[in-house]
């Protein structure tokens, strides 16, 4: 009918005189053309109305090794990020103090790093010269490291000139003067700090026994936010011979593989007897841990029901769960996995159920010599240094547990521009591992569960996060996410130009 219409249309001799029969052929032609065209748009709007109606998801049917390598590997949420940690306007240089703060730094290594650059900003508020920090030589790792010894003491100095100034040791006049001993009330603001300083009306010297945890998460001056990241990420870099260590690795890495994972399992006997959790272990290992919480004083809790731990996410997740959980991911067998972390408890015992699956697993002693691990040896500190560092450069960072590394890490990362750090959903996932090891779920589900349950924990952008709700008072802060955690967005910028 429309053709029809369209043909006499074209047969009007007021429209066209000259070769009717030939411009008659042609509009036919491409009016059947345009026609075609049409139909086929039909056509194809059905069939994509079709796939989209299908049962989803589609991950569910894609072979783990089917993934491209930019969902595997890229964070494509970092573009436009940069650190940004200049002072304001209104900062002012330091001045020279005649009133000095000693620190004992507490914890393992990153414990002792948050907590010493906590104590930088609070030298600066108290208006004080700080003293280079005595590290921690009484805890589990009975490490005798000195700041000297892991991090690059000049550098710390002359790095915060202009921000604090820090001495090596006390003046010598000093030395024997009777010092105010503190503890410091955790996560603490500029008030507390600033009443602090009526301290000075009586004492010249003051010795801060703790230096985990003396400064508050949020609701500081951006000036002093941006002071801690100054002193964690420029100034407190490590010594020449860690740094330079961990360079090399880093380069041995690279060459077995264009990319690899940094893997913070935390399978460690003292993280398991700890943390109470046993699933997976013989009775004789469980027991041998129990003793062990038994007998370690500073360990309040005693008595930890395995079970309860485990189904509340607070277990450090098995070799066997991690192999699991990569896989699902869609990481092939093939992926480069560098274990950042001490021996794993059980040895090869345990570790062969995550090297069944990644067979292409290697440690700090199968990358470097002897030789050149012989002077970090019996030095825990100096050699977490070296997995930190590997950490930071990895392509992806996962822990096993969280804790003061895997923050620590994550939080570097973030500052570097977001760097791809996945964060396991320990509660979630040990649900999802229990159905299948009873026949519940088939693996493809596994894949396609596991990896819409983790897109949203990869490292992007976010706001750091409060403390839950309905939990008031100074509990709250506790509960806050910590500040070296995430730092944004005191010390990291979205542009050049939203610098303040």
């Not at 730094?105 to 003293?131: C, E, H």
């Not at 010598?172 to 603490?188: A, G, I, N, Y």
């Not at 897109?455 to 976010?462: D, E, H, S, T």
Request: aromatic share 8%; hydrophobic share 35%.
């Amino acid at each position: 009918m429309v053709n029809h219409r369209r043909n006499s249309h074209i047969r009007n001799p007021l429209i066209c005189n000259r070769k009717p029969s030939f411009l008659s052929i042609t509009a036919y032609v491409i009016l059947l053309f345009a026609l075609s065209i049409f139909v086929f748009i039909l056509y194809s709007k059905d069939i994509l109305e079709d796939e989209q109606n299908k049962p989803l998801p589609v991950l569910e049917k894609l072979k783990p090794d089917q993934l491209g390598d930019d969902q595997l590997w890229e964070a494509s949420f970092s573009h436009g990020l940069h650190p940004c940690v200049k002072p304001t306007s209104k900062y002012k240089a330091a001045q020279v103090w005649d009133r000095y703060i000693t620190v004992r730094s507490n914890g393992g290594l990153n414990q002792m790093r948050a907590g010493i650059a906590d104590m930088v900003a609070v030298a600066r508020i108290m208006n004080a010269t700080l003293v280079i920090p005595q590290l921690d030589k009484s805890s589990f790792w009975q490490d005798t490291s000195t700041f000297s010894d892991i991090f690059d003491e000049l550098h710390f100095i002359k790095t915060l000139q202009q921000d604090v100034r820090v001495v090596k040791e006390l003046p010598k006049e000093l030395q024997d003067v009777p010092r105010v001993r503190k503890h410091f009330t955790s996560w603490s603001g500029m008030s507390y700090y600033e009443e602090m300083t009526q301290l000075w009306k009586d004492h010249q010297l003051i010795h801060v026994a703790k230096s985990d945890s003396r400064l508050a998460n949020n609701d500081l001056p951006l000036d002093i936010q941006r002071l801690r990241c100054r002193a964690l990420y420029h100034a407190l870099r490590f010594s020449p011979s860690i740094n330079g260590l961990g360079k090399k690795l880093v380069e041995r890495l690279r060459s077995h593989a264009e990319r690899y994972i940094a893997l913070h399992l935390r399978y460690e006997k003292d993280m398991l007897s700890f943390t109470g959790c046993t699933y997976g272990l013989t009775d004789a290992e469980s027991e041998e841990l129990r003793i062990m919480r038994e007998n370690t004083n500073h360990w309040k809790i005693k008595n930890i029901n395995s079970t309860e731990q485990r189904i509340g996410g607070f277990c450090p997740l098995t070799p066997k769960e991690v192999g699991v959980f990569l896989q699902a991911l869609g990481y092939p067998p093939s992926t480069l996995i560098y274990i950042a972390a001490g021996e794993i408890y059980g040895g090869n015992a345990h570790l062969a159920e995550l090297t069944s699956r990644f067979p292409n697993v290697v440690f700090k002693e199968m990358l470097a010599t002897e030789e050149e691990l012989k002077s970090f040896s019996k030095h825990a500190s100096q050699t977490a240094a070296l997995d930190y560092i590997i950490s930071i450069e990895s392509d992806v960072f996962i822990p096993s547990h969280s804790g003061n590394m895997a923050r620590a890490v994550e939080g570097h990362r973030r500052f570097l521009g977001h760097r791809k750090t996945i964060t396991p959903d320990r509660k979630r996932l040990v649900e999802i591992f229990d159905r299948l090891e009873a026949g519940q779920l088939e693996e493809n589900s596994v894949s396609h569960l596991v990896r819409q349950m983790h897109k949203n924990r990869q490292g992007a952008l976010r706001k750091r996060g409060g403390a839950p709700s309905g939990i008031k008072g100074r509990a709250r802060f506790r509960l806050e996410e910590s500040f070296y955690q995430n730092p944004y967005s005191e010390c990291i910028c979205r542009s050049k130009d939203t610098e303040r």
